[in-house]
Nanobody
């Protein structure tokens, strides 16, 4: 059974940094894309960033481009989201998710970690 566990969320001030981690287990993730999504109160869940198995390709939402960096350590089955220059509008529950490369939707999701950015 696939299990994704996020950690690293918290309460920070605008301009601060946080690094989220997502540890994956229960499956061989070779070839899988790992992604980060977020959902703010009263809003729909939105894409934040994604990375391919090799790490050669990364994708970002326009709202976080240049501030957030996604990376992965395949030896540890862990994906990271380094978040710099945080803004109050980054406040949300952050979820990691994974899917095989050539499938349209993410199959597996973590339980989420709260990130709160105060102004």
């Amino acid at each position: 059974q696939v299990l994704l566990v996020e950690s690293g969320g918290g309460l920070v001030q605008a301009g601060d940094s946080l690094r989220l981690s997502c540890a994956a287990s229960g499956h061989t993730f070779r070839g899988y894309i790992m992604g980060w999504f977020r959902q703010a109160p009263g809003k729909e869940r939105e894409f934040v960033a994604a990375i391919t198995w090799s790490g050669d390709s990364t994708y970002y939402a326009d709202s976080v481009e240049g501030r957030f960096t996604i990376s992965r350590d395949n030896a540890k089955n862990t994906v990271y989201l380094q978040m710099n220059s945080l803004k109050p509008e980054d406040t949300a529950v952050y979820y990691c998710a994974t899917k095989p490369l050539n499938t349209p939707s993410y199959d597996y999701w973590g339980q989420g970690t709260q990130v709160t950015v105060s102004s």
